[in-house]
C-alpha cells in the first residue's frame, strides 16, 4: 500500500501471514505481562531471602550472647566456689557445661560468611581456653592438699583474663555479622532497584510493542481491507484496476486476485465489444436482407444496407419513424401491432405477405420478428429480417401453373385413354358378340359364309389385342401404368411361365428348353407385367422360329443383386440392319408380309415400356443360330417401385 | 349347372331387363338371350327410363351397361339398392367396355352382383346369367319356406 513506508520492516510485515501477525499483536502484551509476573516473584524472592538473613543474624546475636553469659555465669560461680567450696556455686558452670556445646553446634551452623566463621574460630580456641581455666580452678579448690590462696587468686585472675579475650572475640564477631548483614541488605536493596527498573523498562517496551503492533494492525490490515473493499466496489462498477499490491499476505494476494479479475473482465468486454462492433459491420453490409431493429414500441432503431436496398428508405430517413408504413393499407392498423405482441409472445414471429417500399411499390416479403431480452428477461426491442421474395413468389406462381397444367395434362390424358378404350371396345362388343353368335351356328352357313364369319370374328379380336396393347403402351408412356411391385421368386415364375407357354411352343412343334437359376433368387416387379412380358418372348421366339427345334426360356443371376431372363430359340435370326428397330411400334420389319404371322406389331414396343418402367433394361443379341432376347430386374425395390398394396389382381 | 335344383324352364321364364345405351349391344343381348330361350326379356337404350322400367317391371335380373349418357350405371345401381328392399335379392350383372379396376370396384361395392368387361364371351355371359337366376330363384325359394 502505497500509504505506507516502503521500507524493509513494513514490507516484512506487510509481507507475513494473517496468522502471524494475529499471533505478534496478541503475544506481545502477554508477554510483557509474563515479563512483569516473572520479575515480581523474583524480587519476592530476594526480598524474602534478605529477611531470612537478617533473622538468622539475630539468632547468632541472641546464642552468642547466651554463650557470653553461660560463661560469665559460669566463671562467677567457679569464683564463688573456690572462695567457699560449698557445691550450690558450681550449678551454673554444671549448666555452661551442659548447654555450651549445642549452643556452639548450632552457631557453627548459622554462621555462612567466612569473615564471620574465621572470628568464629577464634572464639571456640578462647572458650576452650576459658573451659579449661575454669575446670583448673575447680580441681584446685578440690585438691585434698589445699593449695595456697594465691595459686587460687593467680587462676581466678587467669580465668578473667581469658573471659576477656572471651568477650572480645564476640564482639569482633558482632561487629562482622553487622557488616555481613548490612551487605546483605544493601544487595537486596540493589536487587530490588535493578528488578523495579527492569520492570518499568519492560513495561514501557511492550507498551509501545502494542502501540505498534496496533498501528501495524490498523494501517496494514485495517486500511488495506477498507482499500480492497473500494476496489471491490469499482470492480462491480467495471471500473478498470490498475494498481498492482505486492503484499504476499492473504489481503495482499485477495487484492492481486481482484486485480487480475478486473483486467480479464476488461478484456473481455473488449473482446464482446470488438465482436460487436465485427457483428454490426457484418450486418450493415448484408445486401441480400433488411436487418434493422425496433425498439418496444415499434420505432426503427437500426438500419442496414439491405433493408436501404429492399425498402428504399435510406438510415437516416427511417431511423425514430415507426414501422407500421412498411405494411400496405390493407394490414397497416392491425398487423404490425399483431406481429410485435406475437413476437413477444412467442420470442419471434414469421410472416409471409406484401410489404410497401419507400416509393409506394409493394414486394412480397417474408419478415421474422424476433423479440430481444435481456440476461433478467426483459423486453429490449425487436431484430426483424425482412427478405425480398417476390421473384421466388413468381417462379413458384409459375411452377404451380406449370405443376397443374401437367397434372391437368396428365388427368386429360388419362382421361382421353380410358374414353378411347371404352368407345372402342363397345362396338367391338357387338362385333365380336354377334359374330361368335354365327360361329356357333356355323354349320347353318355356306362354305363361303362360313369363312366371312371366321374372318370377321379374327379380325375383331385381332383389333382387339392391338386395342388392349395399344392403351397399354399409352398408359405406360403417359405414366400412368399402375405396377404393383412385389419380391418374385425367379425360378418359380419361369416355371408357372413354362406351363402357360408350353401350348403355344409344342403347337409350333419346337421343344420347350428351361435354364432355371438356384433355387431363392428373387427380383422386385409386377408379377402380371413381367409374366406378360416373358410370354410375350417366348410367343415371339415360337411364331418365327419356323427352321429351329426348340425354345430356351432362363434367367441367371448377376453379382449386383440383379436377375437377367433370357428366351433364345434357334430359328432364322434378325436381320443385323434391322436389329435397332426391333422395339419400334407396328415396326414388324416386313415379316407379316413375308410369313404371314400374326401379331399387332406392339409386343417388342411394349415389353420394352413394362421393362424399363420396373427399372430394368431389354435387349436383343444374335445367336448361331437363332435369336437371344433379354431383359434385367432388380432384387432391390426401385425408386418408383412400392409393396404390393394388396392382392388385387 | 345345378339342374336337379331349379328346372331350366323356371329359369328361362324369369324376366330379363336389359340397359344399354349402344342399339347394337342392345341387340346382340337380345339375340343371345333368345337363343338361349329366355322368353320374358326387356331392353332400355334410354337410361333415364330405366329406374321406372326396374320399378314397373319388377326383373329378376338386370343386365347393366356402366357408360351411358344422362344417367350412368353408377347412379342406377345406387337408385336400385335405394328401392329394393333389404332381403331382396336382385342381381344386377354389369357389363361394360370400362376395364379400369376402379370401375369394376366400384360397381361391385355399390350393389353389382357380377361384372363382364366388353367384349365379352356371349357363351360366358349366358352362363353368368343363367347362374344368377338360379341364385336368385333359390333365394326366393329360401325366403318362402316355413320355419326358415
Known amino acids: ?649 | 349347372m345345378s339342374q336337379q335344383l331349379i328346372a331350366t324352364e323356371e329359369i328361362l321364364s324369369r324376366r330379363i331387363l336389359a340397359i344399354d345405351d349402344e342399339e347394337a349391344n342392345v341387340a346382340l343381348l337380345r339375340n343371345l338371350l333368345q337363343r338361349e330361350g329366355y322368353e320374358d326379356v326387356h331392353c332400355l337404350t334410354d337410361s333415364t327410363k330405366a329406374l321406372e322400367a326396374y320399378i314397373d317391371l319388377e326383373p329378376d335380373l338386370v343386365l347393366l351397361d356402366l357408360m351411358m349418357p344422362e344417367v350412368d350405371g353408377f347412379q342406377l345401381l345406387e337408385a336400385f339398392s335405394r328401392h329394393d328392399a333389404a332381403d331382396e335379392f336382385r342381381p344386377v350383372l354389369v357389363l361394360t367396355a370400362d376395364t379400369t379396376i376402379q370401375a369394376r370396384r366400384k360397381a361391385l361395392a355399390l350393389g353389382a352382383k357380377d361384372f363382364v368387361a366388353k367384349p365379352f364371351d356371349v357363351i360366358e355371359v349366358g352362363l353368368r346369367i343363367s347362374n344368377l337366376l338360379e341364385t336368385r330363384l333359390l333365394y326366393e325359394r329360401l325366403r318362402a319356406a316355413p320355419g326358415v
Open chain 1, 1 to 649: 500500500m502505497s500509504t505506507l513506508p516502503n521500507s524493509r520492516t513494513t514490507r516484512f510485515w506487510a509481507d507475513r501471514p494473517l496468522a502471524y501477525k494475529g499471533v505478534v499483536v496478541i503475544a506481545l502484551p502477554l508477554a510483557i505481562l509474563i515479563g512483569a509476573l516473572a520479575s515480581l516473584y523474583l524480587a519476592s524472592n530476594a526480598e524474602a531471602e534478605a529477611e531470612d538473613d537478617v533473622r538468622r543474624a539475630f539468632a547468632i546475636q541472641r546464642d552468642i550472647y547466651q554463650v557470653r553469659a553461660m560463661l560469665a555465669e559460669a566463671a562467677a560461680g567457679v569464683g564463688d566456689y573456690a572462695l567457699t567450696r560449698e557445691d550450690r556455686f558450681l550449678e551454673p558452670y554444671e549448666r555452661m557445661e551442659n548447654q555450651l556445646s549445642p549452643t556452639l553446634q548450632r552457631l557453627d551452623v548459622a554462621i555462612e560468611d567466612d569473615r564471620v566463621q574465621a572470628g568464629f574460630q577464634d572464639l571456640l580456641r578462647v572458650v576452650e581456653q576459658k573451659r579449661e581455666g575454669l575446670r583448673e580452678t575447680i580441681a584446685l579448690a578440690q585438691s585434698p592438699q589445699p593449695s595456697t590462696q594465691t595459686e587460687i587468686e593467680e587462676s581466678l585472675l587467669a580465668s578473667k583474663m581469658t573471659l576477656d579475650a572471651v568477650r572480645e572475640e564476640i564482639d569482633n564477631i558482632q561487629r562482622l555479622e553487622a557488616i555481613v548483614l548490612d551487605e546483605r541488605r544493601a544487595l537486596v536493596d540493589d536487587v530490588r532497584s535493578r528488578f523495579f527498573a527492569l520492570t518499568a523498562v519492560s513495561g514501557i517496551v511492550g507498551l509501545l510493542g502494542s502501540l505498534m503492533a496496533v498501528y501495524l494492525f490498523s494501517t496494514g490490515i485495517v486500511r488495506r481491507v477498507s482499500k480492497l473493499e473500494q476496489n471491490a466496489e469499482m470492480l462491480a462498477r467495471g471500473e478498470r484496476l490498475t494498481e498492482l499490491p505486492e503484499e504476499a499476505d492473504e489481503i495482499g494476494r485477495l487484492s492481486q486476485r481482484l486485480v487480475g479479475a478486473s483486467a480479464l473482465l476488461r478484456k473481455r468486454e473488449d473482446d464482446l465489444r470488438a465482436s460487436e462492433e465485427r457483428f454490426r459491420l457484418v450486418i450493415e453490409r448484408v445486401r441480400d436482407y433488411g436487418i434493422f431493429t425496433l425498439d418496444t414500441g415499434g420505432i426503427v432503431t437500426s438500419w442496414n444496407l439491405g433493408a436501404e436496398r429492399i425498402k428504399g428508405w435510406q438510415a437516416e430517413e427511417i431511423l425514430g419513424q415507426h414501422f407500421s408504413q412498411f405494411y400496405p393499407d390493407d394490414t397497416r392498423d392491425y398487423l404490425p401491432d399483431q406481429m410485435l405482441e406475437r413476437a413477444r409472445a412467442e420470442g419471434a414471429a414469421e410472416d409471409e405477405g406484401w410489404r410497401v417500399r419507400k416509393d409506394g411499390s409493394v414486394f412480397w416479403a417474408n419478415v421474422v420478428i424476433t423479440a430481444l431480452r435481456n440476461e433478467a428477461g426483459e423486453l429490449q426491442g425487436f431484430a426483424k429480417v425482412t427478405r425480398d421474395m417476390t421473384e421466388r413468389r413468381r417462379s413458384e406462381d409459375a411452377l404451380r401453373l406449370a405443376r397443374e397444367d401437367a397434372v391437368a395434362a396428365s388427368l386429360a390424358k388419362s382421361e382421353f385413354l380410358s374414353r378411347t378404350s371404352h368407345e372402342l371396345r363397345t362396338p367391338l362388343n357387338a362385333i365380336l358378340g354377334f359374330g361368335q353368335l354365327l360361329e356357333i351356328d356355323l354349320e347353318d352357313f355356306s362354305q363361303p359364309h362360313q369363312e366371312a364369319v371366321e374372318r370377321i370374328t379374327r379380325a375383331g379380336r385381332h383389333l382387339l389385342s392391338l386395342i388392349n396393347d395399344l392403351l397399354d403402351i399409352s398408359s405406360i408412356e403417359a405414366g400412368g401404368a399402375e405396377l404393383e411391385y412385389e419380391e418374385v421368386d425367379v425360378a418359380a415364375m419361369l416355371e408357372e411361365v413354362h406351363d402357360l407357354a408350353e401350348p403355344i411352343v409344342s403347337s409350333a412343334g419346337l421343344s420347350f428348353e428351361m435354364a432355371l437359376p438356384e433355387a431363392g433368387a428373387k427380383v422386385v416387379a409386377d408379377r402380371r407385367r413381367m409374366t406378360q412380358v416373358i410370354l410375350n418372348l417366348v410367343g415371339n421366339a415360337a411364331k418365327y422360329n419356323v427352321e429351329g427345334s426348340f425354345v430356351r426360356l432362363g434367367a441367371s443371376l448377376d453379382g449386383d443383386g440383379a436377375a437377367t431372363f433370357f428366351v433364345e430359340d434357334d430359328g432364322p435370326g434378325i436381320d443385323p440392319a434391322n436389329a435397332s428397330r426391333l422395339f419400334t411400334a407396328f415396326d414388324r420389319l416386313g415379316q407379316h408380309k413375308r410369313d404371314k404371322t400374326e401379331g399387332t406389331g406392339l409386343g417388342l414396343a411394349l415389353s420394352k415400356g413394362l421393362v424399363e418402367s420396373m427399372g430394368g433394361q431389354i435387349g436383343y443379341s444374335p445367336r448361331k443360330p437363332g435369336s437371344r432376347f433379354w431383359f434385367t430386374l432388380s432384387s432391390q425395390p426401385t425408386e418408383n417401385s412400392r409393396p404390393k398394396a394388396d392382392q388385387e389382381s
